[in-house]
């Protein structure tokens, strides 16, 4: 059966890592002997440029009509005083697309113990971070010439659809759930705490479900990651949090994601969790792995390939154990070297499988 997919490489590095990226599912295409057809769009600053318009009619129609969306990054200097902003561009397709669970997977790849600022082994985490409310997308929001103001709202439901899955995870791993807010001091928190307590209560009676305060979680995923298996959140701790874990790990560069809506096949965005990263744009020399795990994790969840995701994932950790890596994680290859090796370590791995 074919496959299509859209691919939306925006900004500074995003172009970069996506080039690898979309080599990448070709390769597993020719190995899996499936069609991938992958059709670009415009997204970010270089939508702005072309169209005045950070997320173009001809990108939403383009991400409704196919399986999945492998988004680079936006963003950049140039646009950041505008009226229309690269960001507004990625908000607006997140929502268009309705996926509200944001899966950030994090690991300490083979051989990056030393760059990570962890002084013993750890297996990593995933961290869900709802992707559709919070201070993102709340109204009113605005700004006045001395004043700015945003607005925080969460539903019960927008809640307890993003913790089901979090409690879904925890329940398929064994282990705890730990969801993170701020219900010491904010309502939308005090709200997220009742309702994600009250789901477990009713549907999740075994799985055992812990509560942090948002500051509190962040000095102890420094120094006790081991505790935080399966994490939910709300959308901006979400975002600050899966950043630390990139510090966790040794570069936000290895770092990819999954969005989706539901704990089964189904359309997904995929990207990984860095910017457009300016101060290194056009250098040749972006981590393609936060990109390339965003593949692995569109072949399982949107295109039902899980052993060419799982295939794909080894590729990875085979070449940062080989040592090929960009300088962001101590190495001194750049980015299609990484992928070269990459590529290679698939074809190994198919070959032994056959
Ligand atoms: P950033 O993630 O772009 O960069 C932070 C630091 O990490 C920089 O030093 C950068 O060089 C490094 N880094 C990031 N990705 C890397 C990679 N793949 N390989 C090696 N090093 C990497 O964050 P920022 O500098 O705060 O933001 C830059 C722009 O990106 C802003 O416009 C911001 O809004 C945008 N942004 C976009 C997304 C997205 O599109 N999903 C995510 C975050 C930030
Ligand atoms: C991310 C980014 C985005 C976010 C920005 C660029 C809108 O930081 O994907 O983590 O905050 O969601
Ligand atoms: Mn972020």
Redesign the pocket.
């Given at each position: 059966m074919g496959h299509h997919i859209a691919v939306l490489p925006?900004d500074?590095?995003?172009p970069e890592?996506t080039e690898q990226a979309l080599r990448l599912l070709e390769e597993v295409s020719r190995l899996g002997q499936f069609t991938l057809e992958a059709t670009e769009g415009l997204i970010?600053g270089r939508a702005i440029d072309e169209t005045g318009d950070p997320f173009p009619p001809a990108s939403d129609e383009l991400v409704h009509r196919t399986e999945a969306t492998l988004?680079?990054?936006?963003?950049?200097p140039k646009w950041?005083q505008g009226p229309a902003t690269?960001?507004q561009g990625?908000l607006r397709l997140r929502a268009s697309l309705g996926l509200f669970a944001n899966i950030r997977p994090f690991e300490v790849l083979p051989g990056l113990e030393a760059v990570t600022p962890l002084k013993r082994p750890f297996a990593g985490g995933v961290i869900i971070r709802e992707l559709l409310g919070g201070l993102y997308y709340g109204e009113p929001r605005g700004r006045l010439e001395r004043e700015a103001f945003d607005t925080s709202r969460y539903t019960t439901s927008e809640i307890e659809r993003v913790a089901r899955l979090g409690f879904e995870l925890a329940k398929s791993e064994g282990v705890p759930l730990i969801s993170i807010d701020k219900a010491n001091v904010l309502q939308t928190s005090k709200l997220w705490r009742d309702t994600v307590t009250r789901l477990g209560q009713a549907e999740y009676p075994t799985v055992r479900l812990e509560h942090r305060y948002v500051d509190a979680a962040a000095m102890e995923m420094v120094i006790a990651p081991e505790r935080f298996k399966v994490v939910v959140t709300e959308n901006l701790f979400g975002d600050i949090l899966s950043d630390l874990t990139g510090g966790l790990v040794g570069?936000?560069?290895v770092l990819g994601s999954a969005t989706v809506s539901q704990w089964s096949q189904g359309r997904g965005l995929y990207?990984?969790?860095?910017?457009?990263?300016?101060?290194?744009a056009g250098k040749g020399?972006?981590?393609?792995i936060?990109a390339l795990w965003s593949c692995a994790l569109m072949l399982e969840w949107s295109l039902a390939k899980p052993e060419a995701g799982a295939f794909v994932k080894d590729a990875i950790r085979r070449t940062v154990a080989e040592g090929i890596c960009?300088p962001?994680i101590g190495g001194s290859a750049g980015t299609a070297e990484v992928a070269d090796a990459v590529i290679r370590h698939l074809h190994i791995l198919a070959g032994a499988s056959r």
């Open positions: 925006g500074g590095i995003g890592v970010g988004l680079g990054a936006v963003g950049g950041a690269p960001e990625l570069s936000l560069g990207e990984p969790i860095h910017g457009s990263a300016p101060d290194i020399i972006a981590n393609p936060g960009t962001d």
